[in-house]
T-cell receptor, first 111, second 114 residues
Framework: RKEVEQDPGPFNVPEGATVAFNCTYS??????FFWYRQDCRKEPKLLMS???SGNEDGRFTAQLNRASQYISLLIRDSKLSDSATYLC????????????FGRGTQLTVWP | DAGVTQSPTHLIKTRGQQVTLRCSPK?????VSWYQQALGQGPQFIFQ???????QRGNFPDRFSGHQFPNYSSELNVNALLLGDSALYLC?????????????FGPGTRLTVL
């Protein structure tokens, strides 16, 4: 079983829509959680960390459910510039910074 | 402040050949990790270097090897290339080996094996 599972999509939504991505992780020893964004043929870039209490950064809200080993990302009022692949990422405290990536969820926002 | 740089940008090789990819970490960073990203997949961890030693390794064969130099730059070597080695190879750097520090990715080297 993979460490991180994500629905690959694609998600195609109109501008202004709200869209949610989910992922699950398999190892309860996982310690840190992130969402990365990857534009086509570019490197992944950190979008936001995910905290147990949930956290928000502008139009982006991330949630973590440790009991269910489930992570989510909500994007409100989608913009054309949000079109990208969103990668769910987990880090285990015992593995010295090694990142475990999901396969990514592709989002296209259309005008 | 220069970010993570990688060279070359693109590379085309044939099966059986050997390739060397290079990475310079972000200024002030001393830990380098390498990832392989196949088309349509998330990056997969290859190995990590700190203090010029390989500190941990993912599930990759011995054909994949690396090195870190005293200036913290790093190389990834792949021998006996297979078609399945075609991928984007990403280098990420961070400040020390602590699991708490953010990793910054370079633009990657796109390797095509024919």
């Amino acid at each position: 079983r993979k460490e991180v599972e994500q629905d690959p999509g694609p998600f195609n939504v109109p501008e202004g829509a709200t869209v949610a991505f989910n992922c699950t992780y398999s190892n309860s020893a996982s310690q840190s959680f992130f969402w990365y964004r990857q534009d086509c043929r570019k490197e992944p870039k950190l979008l936001m960390s995910v905290y147990s209490s949930g956290n928000e950064d502008g139009r982006f809200t991330a949630q973590l459910n440790r009991a269910s080993q489930y992570i989510s990302l909500l994007i409100r009022d989608s913009k054309l510039s949000d079109s990208a692949t969103y990668l769910c990422v987990v880090k285990k405290g015992s593995t010295l910074g090694r990142l475990y990536f999901g396969r990514g969820t592709q989002l296209t926002v259309w005008p | 402040d220069a970010g993570v740089t990688q060279s070359p940008t693109h590379l085309i090789k044939t099966r059986g050949q050997q390739v060397t990819l290079r990475c310079s970490p972000k200024s002030g960073h001393d830990t380098v990790s390498w990832y392989q990203q196949a088309l349509g997949q998330g990056p997969q961890f290859i190995f990590q270097y700190y203090e010029e030693e390989e500190r941990q390794r993912g599930n990759f064969p011995d054909r994949f090897s690396g090195h870190q130099f005293p200036n913290y730059s790093s190389e990834l070597n792949v021998n006996a290339l297979l078609l399945g080695d075609s991928a984007l190879y990403l280098c990420a750097s961070s400040l020390d080996i602590s699991s708490y520090n953010e990793q910054f990715f370079g633009p990657g080297t796109r390797l095509t094996v024919l």
